[in-house]
């Protein structure tokens, strides 16, 4: 009788492969259905993050303090994710000021996974995501004056920090003329006090400004409905920017007139540090002998409500300024409202809250 080899036997050959099948299984649904709840939890966190930058930023704004904005950041995480914890510390590379700048956040969260743990896969997994937010005063819907405001002259106030300033009393005289380059109370050689705000943060002390030169419709729109890009300083002292061309006359005065009553921005430069277009220092006593003014150093902006914009005899009395050429005087009449050392954001992205504005950056 002949015996059968038992290595021909096919017993048990199915549960094998079942058993197989069964970790194949295991596995896509891990991939899938874990796969999606961890994306899921990921967008959640991401979003718990974003929002938690954002309240962080407006506390800051709003002048409660880096204590109070760790706080609202936590609660508004939470709030988002119910087990968001923080990752790190929350880091305020320029501050908590009012000013402006800048928070980083990082949240994470806990996902348990369904069929992760039937294959190997420990549950639950950390999901963590992180988040950067700015503030700084709002520029994409507030007016922007391209005239430079010059510190400590040009004035009868001493912007931006005399002790007589006074927010929503203080009653300043500007004036901008075209004469004598060693007369401190004068701009230099066909300055005019202009300056062109897409040259910002695009060119260095002697950088050329060719190319940066804004037109009167340029300059209507900004004063008009805000200048729509960052004109952020943090964390800079000051930014440099080109001299704009032209003296644009009396389009120019109405074209600020149209805001009287209404809150505008006005760039302060500091003399000390404009320079020339080699990028050699051009104060407004004729440093290095005569010079030309190519770009400004704009360290904040002043906030004004505008009265009106004088010229000829009327300009010469209201801001009691005796001008080497009265055609081309310009006294602009404002009351001080402030002064924002940080900067301005653009609308692109940002939330307007009054004076300020709050934008996601990363």
């Not at 320029?94 to 956040?105: F, N, Q, S």
């Not at 996902?111 to 743990?117: H, I, R």
């Not at 000390?272 to 002998?289: E, I, K, W, Y």
Request: glycine share 12%; net charge negative; aromatic share 10%.
């Amino acid at each position: 009788m002949r015996m059968k080899s038992r290595f021909d036997d096919e017993s048990g050959v199915t549960a094998v492969i079942v058993a197989i099948l069964i970790l194949v299984i295991v596995g896509f649904l891990a991939l899938t259905v874990d796969g999606g709840l961890l994306w899921t939890k990921h967008r959640r966190v991401r979003a718990a993050n974003d929002a938690a930058s954002l309240a962080a930023a407006y506390s800051c704004a709003t002048g409660e303090g880096q204590g109070n904005a760790d706080l609202k950041a936590d609660e508004v995480a939470v709030a988002n994710v119910t087990d968001a914890t923080q990752v790190e510390a929350n880091a305020y590379p320029y501050g908590c000021l009012v000013d402006g700048g800048e928070v980083t956040v990082r949240y994470g969260g806990q996902q348990e996974l369904l069929f992760g743990p039937a294959i190997g896969v420990s549950s639950p997994k950390p999901v963590v995501a992180t988040a950067t937010a700015r503030w700084g005063g709002a520029s994409g819907a507030t007016n922007v004056a391209p005239l430079m405001l010059s510190l400590d002259r040009l004035s009868d106030c001493h912007i931006p920090f005399g002790e007589e300033l006074v927010e929503g009393e203080s009653r300043c005289f500007f004036w901008w003329d075209n004469g004598n380059a060693n007369d401190q109370t004068e701009l230099t050689n066909a300055e005019w006090g202009l300056i062109a705000l897409d040259s910002w943060r695009q060119v260095d002390a002697d950088d050329s400004c060719s190319g940066y030169q804004s037109s009167q419709s340029d300059v209507g729109t900004w004063i008009e409905y805000g200048y729509p890009g960052d004109l952020m300083i943090e964390p800079d002292p000051f930014v440099y920017v080109c001299r704009g061309s032209g003296f644009q006359g009396n389009a120019l005065n109405n074209d600020v007139n149209a805001e009287a009553g209404q809150l505008v921005f006005f760039p302060v430069n500091d003399p000390s540090q404009q320079v020339d277009a080699n990028g050699n220092p051009c104060g407004p006593n004729g440093v290095n002998g005569t010079c030309t003014v190519d770009k400004y150093a704009i360290i904040g902006f002043a906030i004004l409500q505008v009265e009106w914009v004088w010229t000829g005899n009327d300009a010469q009395t209201m801001c009691n300024h005796e001008a080497d050429n009265q055609g081309s005087l310009r006294c602009l009449e404002a009351v001080w409202m402030g002064f924002l050392p940080g900067g301005l954001l653009g609308d692109g992205g940002t939330q307007n809250f009054g004076l300020f504005a709050v934008a996601l950056t990363g």
